[in-house]
C-alpha cells in the first residue's frame, strides 16, 4: 500500500498538472478564434473641406471610404445638399480597398446663409448608414 502522504502528494501534484493543462489549452483555444475587428472608415479630406462658398462658386467635396470588412463589400452613397438628394452612387470594394470620392457643387441662388451637405454610406444588409456632415456658409 501506498502511505497516505505520498498518496496525498501525488494526487495534489495530479491535479496541478491537470489545471495547468486545462489552460495552457483553453489560452490556444482562445489564441486561434480571435477574430480580427472588422470596419469601415467614412471620413472627409481635410485640407478639401470649405466653410464658406459665393453663389456660382464651385465646392469641392471629397471623402473616402475604407474597406476593413475582411470581405468585399457593396457600398452606396447619398449626397444631400439643403435637405435634398443631390447625388448617389454604389459600388463594390475589396477588403483593404479604398474609394476616394470627389465631386462639386454649386450654390446658384442665396440661401438662408449656412446650408447642410450630409454624406450618407450604406453598407448591403445593413439599415443604418455612416453619416458625416459640415456647413457651408453661403453669401
Given at each position: ?61 471629397e471623402f473616402e ?46 440661401t438662408d446663409g ?26
Amino acid at each position: 500500500m501506498i502511505p497516505e502522504e505520498k498518496m496525498d502528494s501525488f494526487l495534489f501534484k495530479g491535479l496541478v498538472i491537470v489545471l495547468i493543462v486545462v489552460l495552457g489549452l483553453l489560452l490556444v483555444y482562445s489564441y486561434l478564434n480571435v477574430k480580427p475587428e472588422t470596419f469601415t472608415q467614412v471620413y472627409l479630406i481635410p485640407d478639401k473641406i470649405v466653410n464658406s462658398a459665393v453663389i456660382g462658386e464651385k465646392i469641392p467635396i471629397e471623402f473616402e471610404i475604407d474597406n476593413r470588412e475582411g470581405k468585399a463589400v457593396n457600398y452606396s452613397y447619398v449626397i444631400s445638399v439643403k435637405g435634398e438628394e443631390f447625388l448617389s452612387d454604389s459600388f463594390i470594394l475589396e477588403d483593404k480597398q479604398k474609394n476616394r470620392i470627389e465631386v462639386e457643387i454649386i450654390f446658384n441662388e442665396l440661401t438662408d446663409g449656412k446650408e447642410k451637405v450630409l454624406i450618407e454610406v450604406f453598407k448591403e444588409n445593413e439599415e443604418e448608414p455612416y453619416s458625416i456632415w459640415f456647413w457651408i456658409e453661403v453669401k
